[in-house]
């Protein structure tokens, strides 16, 4: 994990941990670095780079300043305007863009921001480029076997200019719209649009199919993306689809990428209920390659019993989309994701993408003539206990042989019947320890067994 870049992007609050100097200095530098790989290549042509954004205040801001450093370095700048991270990863592909620039901090709050980099394969960014990015933010970039402590500014007809290309965001929506195999007529959803980027994206794709669509969290302001709307605060989609009498519905978070869903009991429908859901659509037509859904270590243990019992394999990975990515490319796997909603289908897109997400619900729902509670029968959530603490030294916590031994006293005593996690987080000094069980009491003794070592041994602050 870089310095700035984490797994998912450069984020922090606004003007404080992510200024518009830093972003200037991004569009700085990937403005020369792809110029430059053209110019080696014998390509005399500018670079060019896609660049969205969410609904934040902040977020015109740092596209100004990624602009006027991209253009600053010779590099065209085409803007989306608002609109979702899975569309500005989609048209960096199809439209043969260098790179893609998102700005977003997905399911965070109004004040913090973030700028994701995506690659001219709708993937995100390799770390050696980032590597490189980081290091001109520092002052010490070396490229191309040079040291380049300021690259040069692009004069005269070499300076780059920004396009306007709404065009390819309209040309996303149409895309998605391909997708829907069957007509939504008849059929009653409410979209939650968290106040971000899908607020004038996911409405026009299900009227398009003929839905009959309940709106909320779709009048952003700039201070109100994710404030008591969206998929992390799914009450309010709950409350939508039980007093409106709904057939299914979904909420999306800031940017998009990650989709939950309300069944029409008012139910959540995790990302783990999804996976559970398309797989068995899959495998039932014989499209689920390697007969592998692809997980992290933070899907719930029932997911992995459902998917025992009607013969589906899967793999864990470490939390985070990226890694869930890089093991279905590795192994050729169709279905993968999280149980915070983001769902990746490779076969569509290279990106977890929220919207497409429903679509695919949708389409299981009308295949099978089946509502959503049905779709989800035989994958039992277990209940699950998570307790953070902080500690002093996260690798020392982690390796003391008493938690250890802990750790491993625990996973003998649920067996089979259900899982510790323990592991450390990525961001902050803690240690995140973790029980699912077939009962609540199960996981509380299981838990407290863990943090009572790490406590006793000196470890927590």
Not at 16 to 42: I, M, P, S
Not at 304 to 330: C, P, R, S
Not at 370 to 381: A, D, Q, W
């Amino acid at each position: 994990m870089g310095k700035y870049f984490g797994t998912d992007g450069f984020r922090g609050e606004a003007n404080v941990g992510l200024t518009a100097d830093h972003a200037f200095k991004v569009g700085r530098f990937l403005g020369w670095y792809f110029c430059e790989l053209k110019r080696r290549a014998g390509v005399d042509e500018p670079a060019r780079v896609v660049i969205g954004k969410d609904t934040r205040r902040s977020s015109y801001m740092f596209e100004y300043a990624l602009v006027g450093g991209l253009t600053a370095s010779g590099a065209d700048a085409y803007l989306l305007h608002v609109t979702t991270t899975p569309s500005v990863a989609y048209i960096a592909k199809t439209d043969d863009f260098d790179c893609g620039i998102m700005i977003s901090a997905s399911h965070n709050p109004y004040y913090d921001n973030g700028i994701k980099l995506i690659n001219s394969n709708g993937e995100k960014m390799d770390e050696e480029t980032i590597a490189l990015i980081e290091d001109y933010i520092d002052g010490k970039v070396t490229a191309f076997g040079l040291d380049i402590a300021e690259p040069p500014y692009a004069t005269r007809e070499k300076i780059g200019r920004t396009v306007d290309y709404v065009a390819g965001r309209n040309r996303y929506i149409g895309y998605l719209i391909s997708l829907g195999i069957y007509s939504f007529r008849g059929v009653k959803v409410g979209l939650d649009c968290a106040n971000g980027s899908s607020w004038n994206i996911a409405k026009s794709v299900f009227d398009a199919l003929g839905a009959k669509t309940y709106l909320i969290g779709a009048e952003p302001d700039g201070t109100n993306i994710n404030n008591g709307v969206g998929s992390t605060h799914i009450e309010s989609l709950q409350k939508l689809v039980v007093e409106k009498g709904l057939d299914i519905g979904f909420a999306y978070d800031g940017d998009a990428d990650r989709c939950l869903c309300v069944d029409e009991k008012g139910n959540v429908v995790t990302g783990d209920h999804i996976l559970y859901v398309y797989s068995k659509y899959m495998k039932d037509r014989g499209k689920l390659l390697t007969n592998t859904v692809v997980t992290t270590v933070m899907s719930n243990f029932g997911l992995y019993k459902a998917l025992d019992e009607y013969g589906i394999g899967y793999a864990k990975t470490a939390v985070g989309d990226k890694y869930v990515y890089e093991y279905m490319q590795k192994n050729g796997c169709r279905l993968g994701g999280e149980q915070s909603g983001h769902i990746i289908f490779t076969k569509y897109a290279s990106t977890g993408d929220g919207i497409l997400t429903s679509l695919k619900m949708m389409e299981v729902m009308l295949a099978s003539k089946k509502k959503m509670s049905e779709l989800c029968e035989g994958f039992t959530v277990y209940p699950q206990l998570l307790e953070n603490v902080r500690v002093k030294d996260k690798a020392a916590a982690m390796n003391d042989p008493d938690v250890l031994e802990a750790v491993k006293k625990a996973e003998d005593e649920i067996g089979d019947a259900g899982r510790v996690l323990v592991r450390e987080s990525g961001t902050e000094p803690l240690v995140r320890v973790m029980a699912e069980a077939e009962t609540e009491e199960t996981c509380k003794k299981l838990v407290s067994g863990i943090v009572e070592v790490i406590k006793k041994k000196g470890h927590a602050l």
